[in-house]
């Protein structure tokens, strides 16, 4: 079982940063989402909402640099052309026209998207003995399941 970044093998780091470069495109992607609609939200849930959007935003801007950085860490490039996160991400960009509960419902299932990708991240990175990429896909996740939990609540 691989202790550190460097005792990972190359085959291990290059199947770890694909699936890491995979959950950052998606962060990106919903980071600016969560942006548009931060701008673009109207109507008697904007005060929530706004501020809400925002939170989620500023969170995934910090989980998009902390998975940058491991994929740095590992020995491997970090994606950085926003054209490649958005034809790698599963998570598509969002309308400005969008109603407050179109918006709700487009971020909710980017929230699920992400957790599925930080699911399969970390089941790659234990099989490759990786705690560290394992720990830190197990964490994002349960940030984004909160952050999926509480928009689903705002349409119920």
Avoid: C
């Avoid at 699936?19 to 548009?36: G, H, I, P, R, S």
């Avoid at 599925?116 to 399941?145: F, M, N, P, Q, Y």
């Amino acid at each position: 079982m691989a202790q550190t970044a460097t005792d990972l093998s190359p085959d291990a780091t290059t199947e770890i940063a694909a699936a890491l470069n995979q959950a950052v495109a998606e962060t990106v992607v919903t980071t600016m989402l969560a942006q548009n609609f931060h701008w673009n939200v109207t109507g008697m849930s904007f005060g929530p909402l706004h501020a809400l959007f925002q939170e989620i935003y500023e969170d995934h801007f910090v989980g998009q640099d902390d998975l940058a950085e491991r994929i740095r860490a590992i020995g491997e490039t970090a994606e950085g052309k926003l054209a490649t996160h958005l034809s790698r991400s599963k998570v598509e960009e969002g309308n400005e026209g969008a109603t407050d509960k179109e918006m709700i419902r487009h971020l909710a299932e980017a929230q699920e998207t992400i957790g599925a990708t930080l699911a399969g991240l970390s089941e790659v990175a234990a099989k490759h003995g990786d705690v560290r990429t394992e720990d830190l896909a197990i964490e994002r996740g349960r940030i984004h399941d909160k952050f999926a939990w509480i928009l689903r609540a705002h349409l119920a």
